[in-house]
């Protein structure tokens, strides 16, 4: 069986969980929890040496790191439905919005660095907030700007089906509600995460959904 | 031609060049200052909605963004030599290991971010390096562990042949060589990229060796 090591509030095991459902593969879950540090135990870095999470590991036993490369192993592994388009500027746009959204913006946001921004840099709540909606901001003003139908956006962020931008794009808005930043001045972002959320593979990929929402 | 637009010292840029110097083909470079802050001015947003560098104008006029995207566009087009293995496993884990770097190492570090720690936290110049030493060491830590023999490593990261993930390291230690970081608890990250570092492919795309270095 395929196991999934993961938070139900993490950005990137939730990308995996939407990657898992469009692609109808049944897996079971582990819960990692993050708050209480269990990322960082050794049971979890045998797994995973970045103690992070996701891994998935697979039904041969091979365990799987960083979670765009979880999904494009997915994609290879079950073509149907493609996470890509099949056409090549198509496909480097696609990877390109999921990139902006993975190394741009979430990297910056995650909970790891939060906490060393507070615990070692002494930043208070107030600037703490303030670097979070700096960083959702500079990333969704690109985001909102790359959207547009000219350059190939449809119902979703590339043409009317959901892609491995869609699964960046959602769990980075639900962050950013989390952290209540102003989504107003991105139509376009709110638009297509709406269109996704329509779907059971984003509902049933939810954090509130998982098992080990608290 | 393709133009790649970057900068010398920008490691994502440095990829491209890398990638572009292994697959063999000739591009033009165009020079974005980031120091004087050219990315951000209109004529770089028009090519590049995020105000960043690299983007890469095809032959065909297509604009690419996103380093990582652009490599596995040069691969799809110019298959020869791979700069990823040919089975699924092995390509998940040259993939996990480039996003190590790329997601969770070099996001935290850009000037960017450097610049806002600085002008916006007021962070002084011991903590804003101390900032970059723990996540160079935080992800080189994991690196070094995940680059073990057993794993599929040999001459470079991923078997005996240059691959993304080789792509993506190089240029980080060269940053992390700029901050003064202490490497000597990675041999292999040091083997490696020594490695790398004989080749003319990587050579020729070391910041010194571009013409707006300064």
Known sequence: MTTLYGYFRSSAAYRVRIALNLKGLAFEQAPVNLVKGEQREETNRARNPQGLVPT???DDGARLTQ???ICEY???QHPEPPLLPSDTEGRARVRALAQLVACEIHPLNNLRVLKHLVGELGVDDDAKLGWYRHWIT???DALEAMLIPGAGSGDFCHG???SLADICLVPQVYNAERFECDLSAYPTIQRITANC???PAFQQAAPEAQPDAG
């Open 138 to 140: 500079e990333g969704f």
């Open 197 to 199: 959320r329509a779907l």
């Open 74 to 76: 997915l994609d290879e």
């Open 67 to 69: 979670s765009l490369a």
């Open 160 to 162: 009317d089906e959901p």
């Open 56 to 58: 998935l590991e697979t």
